[in-house]
């Protein structure tokens, strides 16, 4: 499974957004007739096919809630999320309050990331892009695990 690559696009006025055809295709595939679900990220969204969603939850409902961390995550991930299913266009309706969240509006960027969809304000990934660029060395190093600590 693997969503990968970068589409623009521009959020209509009622908060859709086309998705492309080949993540369409993913997410059907992995979640069937189930809608994909829709959440929060840091400062962008974040849209998983349903079976990946559910070993999300899964994994997350195996951790201890007891643990103020683990309640404050749980909360702000499954706490945020809702159904987003896909329209005959091709379309997701992205909820208000998760498009406040991410600042969407107008020019979106989605990019497929391996198990999920993310979808940012274009000016933001833009940003984050151009951070990951200046630290591209050590962020390398750090994924090889070629990082030293002294």
């Known amino acids: 499974m693997s969503f990968r690559g970068r589409f623009d696009h521009t959020l209509d006025t009622k908060g859709r957004v086309s998705v492309p055809a080949g993540f369409r295709m993913e997410i059907q595939r992995l979640g069937g007739e189930r809608a994909p679900i829709l959440t929060r990220g840091k400062d962008h969204l974040l849209l998983y096919p349903a079976e990946t969603w559910d070993v999300i939850e899964e994994t997350l409902a ?10 404050s995550y749980q909360r702000f991930l499954i706490g945020g999320c809702t159904e987003c299913p896909v329209d005959g266009q091709g379309r997701i309706t992205i909820p208000a309050v998760l498009r406040e969240h991410a600042g969407l509006e107008g020019k979106v960027t989605l990019a497929g990331v391996l198990d999920k969809i993310e979808i940012w304000n274009q000016e933001r990934f833009e940003n984050a892009q151009a951070l990951t660029l200046g630290s591209l060395d050590e962020i390398q190093m750090e994924v090889d695990g070629s990082s030293s600590s002294s």
């Open 62 to 71: 195996s951790k201890s809630s007891l643990l103020p961390h683990v309640q």
